[in-house]
């Protein structure tokens, strides 16, 4: 057992759970206050069921023996059962299969904690949780298998370059959160009322926290503590700040000002684009991507208003649109001498072949990713229902769903407790709107 390596993964792993909370924090101050404990508890209730759901088979069937062909692992490896002295990795850089198992589940909590985004402030809590087990199950771990085992489909058949999870995090994310909020329905009153974030500092701090998490994601990937894991950290810190710049350029020209909503959400979108690439592009590249994915999620934000979708914290646009142009630009910008189990990319002498398989697992990741989570949404709507009554959406779903409220609003008067669930006459609609997820 490399003992550097294992102590790199496990930090990883927490950095990565850390992320999930930061999360809770950035979805609960970009929504009304009286929804926001609820949104949190969407968010944080998946560190419970997404675990016991890896440890009981996801694991297994994510990185388990593969018979399949690349589509699915097997069963051997339930409950991690036998696996406490077991190393996996290559000679030199071997590390324990429960560091493995522990990185990977974290990546699986954030990718389902990212949907409660998409249908916020309208969602009921334990159909959620219901729902959040099932896809996790039918969705995610197949998509884990594809591309983050050696076996899967994306690895091991169409060779991608997907070093941090473009496809099975933030494209599956996109796609998963258009179907489900298809399937969920419009808020009350949504477009013609916008609801504000009801609390900025808190937005601030959970993306700052989001941004210190993806370290983890991105360089722990390497899983090991080697030049791959600084060249990709290099990338993250890099991406992170062109991507709130690009944003907040998108938001200049179009708006007149700049927002720290936007700074936080240029910052996600960035971080976004550089998940696939962190570890098979140089830093002038990384840099160019964060940019370019800021300014793109910038600019999608608002086609939910054109085709009438109502995804509430613009979990589609950063995480979907992030994760396709952060694949695409890969296909153009990675270099075999950053990581030579990579490719190049078509701007590196690689031609197209690269470009064409990233294009084809998009095309794959989005297809298998929509379709099944529209199923899986209708079949827990139509059982038990998934969307809150309307009742219940205009009390709030704090009061409603958990009988709590995030804030004494009889202390603070009337005059300031309306301030906290209705927009502003003034307030313009860029900074009323609700604005994006992460991870």
Same mark, same amino acid.
């Given at each position: 057992?490399?003992?550097?390596?294992?102590?790199?993964?496990?930090?990883?792993?927490?950095?990565?759970?850390? @992320?999930?909370?930061?999360?809770?924090?950035?979805?609960?101050?970009? *929504?009304?206050?009286?929804?926001?404990?609820?949104?949190?508890?969407?968010?944080?209730?998946?560190?419970?069921?997404?675990?016991?759901?890896?440890?009981?088979?996801?694991?297994?069937?994510?990185?388990?023996?593969?018979?399949?062909?690349?589509?699915?692992?097997? +069963?051997?490896?339930? $409950?991690?059962?036998?696996?406490?002295?077991?190393?996996?990795?290559?000679?030199?850089?071997?590390?324990?299969?429960?560091?493995?198992?522990?990185?990977?589940?974290?990546?699986?909590?954030?990718?389902?904690?990212?949907?409660?985004?998409?249908?916020?402030?309208?969602?009921?809590?334990?159909?959620?949780?219901?729902?959040?087990?099932?896809?996790?199950?039918?969705?995610?771990?197949?998509?884990?298998?594809?591309?983050?085992?050696?076996? /899967?489909?994306?690895?091991?058949?169409?060779?991608?370059?997907?070093?941090?999870?473009?496809?099975?995090?933030?494209?599956?994310?996109?796609?998963?959160?258009?179907?489900?909020?298809?399937?969920?329905?419009?808020?009350?009153?949504?477009?013609?009322?916008?609801?504000?974030?009801?609390? +900025?500092?808190?937005?601030?701090?959970?993306?700052?926290?989001?941004?210190? /998490?993806?370290?983890?994601?991105?360089?722990?990937?390497?899983?090991?503590?080697?030049?791959?894991?600084?060249?990709?950290?290099?990338?993250? @810190?890099?991406?992170?700040?062109?991507?709130?710049? $690009?944003?907040?350029?998108?938001?200049? @020209?179009?708006?007149?000002?700049?927002?720290? +909503?936007?700074?936080?959400?240029?910052?996600?979108?960035?971080?976004?684009? *550089?998940?696939?690439?962190?570890?098979?592009?140089?830093?002038?590249?990384?840099?160019?991507?964060?940019?370019?994915?800021?300014?793109?999620?910038?600019?999608?934000?608002?086609?939910?208003?054109?085709?009438?979708?109502?995804?509430?914290?613009?979990?589609?646009?950063?995480?979907?649109?992030?994760?396709?142009?952060?694949?695409?630009?890969?296909?153009?910008?990675?270099? /075999?001498?950053?990581? #030579?189990? /990579?490719?190049?990319?078509?701007?590196?002498?690689?031609?197209?072949?690269?470009?064409?398989?990233?294009?084809?697992?998009?095309?794959?990741? *989005?297809?298998?990713?929509?379709?099944?989570?529209?199923?899986?949404?209708?079949?827990?709507?139509?059982?038990?229902? +998934?969307?809150?009554?309307?009742?219940?959406?205009?009390?709030?779903?704090?009061?409603?769903?958990?009988?709590?409220?995030?804030?004494?609003?009889?202390?603070?008067? #009337?005059?300031?407790?309306?301030?906290?669930?209705?927009?502003?006459?003034?307030?313009?609609?860029?900074?009323?709107?609700?604005?994006?997820?992460?991870?």
């Amino acid at each position: 057992m490399n003992a550097a390596d294992t102590t790199w993964v496990l930090v990883g792993s927490a950095l990565v759970m850390f @992320m999930t909370p930061g999360l809770a924090l950035f979805y609960g101050g970009m *929504i009304r206050a009286k929804s926001v404990l609820n949104t949190m508890a969407l968010t944080a209730a998946c560190l419970g069921v997404i675990s016991v759901i890896w440890v009981a088979f996801g694991f297994s069937l994510a990185f388990g023996p593969d018979h399949s062909g690349g589509f699915i692992g097997d +069963l051997s490896q339930s $409950g991690l059962h036998g696996l406490a002295t077991t190393l996996t990795g290559p000679p030199g850089h071997r590390i324990p299969v429960f560091a493995l198992a522990s990185f990977q589940l974290m990546f699986a909590i954030i990718t389902v904690a990212l949907l409660a985004g998409a249908v916020a402030e309208r969602t009921r809590f334990w159909p959620f949780l219901l729902f959040a087990a099932l896809w996790v199950t039918v969705i995610y771990i197949p998509l884990a298998h594809w591309v983050f085992d050696p076996s /899967g489909w994306f690895s091991a058949k169409l060779h991608i370059d997907d070093f941090a999870g473009g496809t099975a995090v933030e494209t599956d994310s996109g796609a998963a959160a258009l179907a489900l909020a298809a399937v969920v329905g419009k808020r009350l009153g949504w477009p013609r009322e916008q609801s504000r974030p009801h609390n +900025l500092p808190m937005v601030m701090l959970g993306a700052g926290i989001l941004w210190f /998490g993806w370290f983890g994601f991105n360089a722990g990937s390497a899983l090991a503590a080697d030049g791959l894991a600084a060249t990709a950290f290099v990338n993250t @810190m890099l991406a992170g700040g062109t991507g709130m710049l $690009g944003w907040l350029v998108v938001e200049q @020209m179009r708006d007149g000002k700049p927002t720290t +909503l936007g700074a936080a959400s240029g910052m996600v979108a960035g971080l976004v684009g *550089i998940t696939p690439a962190c570890g098979f592009v140089e830093p002038i590249a990384g840099a160019a991507i964060g940019l370019l994915a800021g300014a793109a999620c910038a600019l999608a934000v608002t086609v939910k208003y054109r085709l009438g979708y109502d995804d509430s914290l613009d979990v589609v646009a950063v995480h979907g649109v992030g994760g396709v142009i952060g694949l695409l630009l890969t296909g153009l910008l990675a270099a /075999g001498a950053v990581n #030579p189990a /990579g490719g190049d990319g078509l701007f590196y002498g690689g031609g197209i072949t690269l470009l064409g398989h990233q294009a084809l697992a998009v095309v794959a990741t *989005i297809a298998y990713s929509a379709i099944g989570t529209f199923g899986i949404a209708w079949l827990v709507q139509k059982t038990v229902g +998934l969307r809150a009554g309307e009742d219940d959406e205009r009390m709030g779903l704090d009061e409603a769903q958990h009988a709590e409220t995030a804030y004494d609003h009889g202390r603070l008067g #009337p005059h300031l407790s309306a301030l906290h669930s209705a927009p502003h006459p003034d307030t313009p609609r860029r900074a009323q709107a609700s604005r994006p997820s992460n991870p």
